[in-house]
T-cell receptor, first 116, second 112 residues
Framework: GAVVSQHPSWVICKSGTSVKIECRSL??????MFWYRQFPKQSLMLMAT?????????EQGVEKDKFLINHASLTLSTLTVTSAHPEDSSFYIC????????????FGPGTRLTVL | AQSVTQLGSHVSVSEGALVLLRCNYS??????LFWYVQYPNQGLQLLLK??????LVKGINGFEAEFKKSETSFHLTKPSAHMSDAAEYFC??????????FGAGTRLFVKA
């Protein structure tokens, strides 16, 4: 089946620093990847849709300068949380579609970010 | 715009009992509907999906769901709960495979 990995699985950083999270599709090429944020005991909130080779499309209310998304290849998308603050602490999950216009997303295992 | 409502943030059943997790949706076009399961500190795993065709959809781990257009529902069921079914379950809807909206989730507890 389609496998998506994320790295790191958890990260602790100091306030004001930047953190990069990687999302990789291991056995397929993903033209579209999605980044979600999940607060404790809550649902997933879509942050942005990332298409290979183009700029990400951010959801309303998501700061594009704070959450930098790069989708440089068909198997890798990165999310960089810049100048992180404690309120950015959350569980970040990526997903990928197996092909253009397909209807199923495959999810990574998530990255827990804690900002001190 | 589409939306998803999951009735009941927590559901508790005994091992061997019927599992019923409720999901209602709204969509301006024929929807694609999904159920995902999430175990603690993990990503989401697709249980089953409905796009077109047969309205009763069978998924992994013995789960199934029925698309009822007249009731705008897509409830998830399993005849006999197992301890390993304890997890968070999310219903989701998308319109034609575009942006997916997730419900708030239902935590399933299974009692021995």
């Amino acid at each position: 089946g389609a496998v998506v990995s994320q790295h790191p699985s958890w990260v602790i950083c100091k306030s004001g620093t930047s953190v990069k999270i990687e999302c990789r599709s291991l056995d397929f090429q993903a033209t579209t990847m999605f980044w979600y944020r999940q607060f404790p005991k809550q649902s997933l909130m879509l942050m942005a849709t990332s298409n290979e080779g183009s700029k990400a499309t951010y959801e309303q209310g998501v700061e594009k300068d704070k959450f930098l998304i790069n989708h440089a290849s068909l198997t890798l998308s990165t999310l960089t949380v810049t100048s992180a603050h404690p309120e950015d602490s959350s569980f970040y999950i990526c997903s990928a579609e197996t092909g253009p216009g397909t209807d199923t997303q495959y999810f990574g295992p998530g990255t827990r970010l804690t900002v001190l | 715009a589409q939306s998803v409502t999951q009735l009941g943030s927590h559901v508790s059943v005994s091992e061997g009992a019927l599992v019923l997790l409720r999901c209602n949706y709204s969509s301006s076009v024929p929807p694609y509907l999904f159920w995902y399961v999430q175990y603690p500190n993990q990503g989401l795993q697709l249980l089953l999906k409905y796009t077109t065709g047969a309205t009763l959809v069978k998924g992994i781990n013995g789960f199934e769901a029925e698309f009822k257009k007249s009731e705008t529902s897509f409830h998830l069921t399993k005849p006999s709960a197992h301890m390993s079914d304890a997890a968070e379950y999310f219903c989701a809807v998308s319109e034609g495979g575009f942006k997916t909206i997730f419900g708030a989730g239902t935590r399933l507890f299974v009692k021995a």
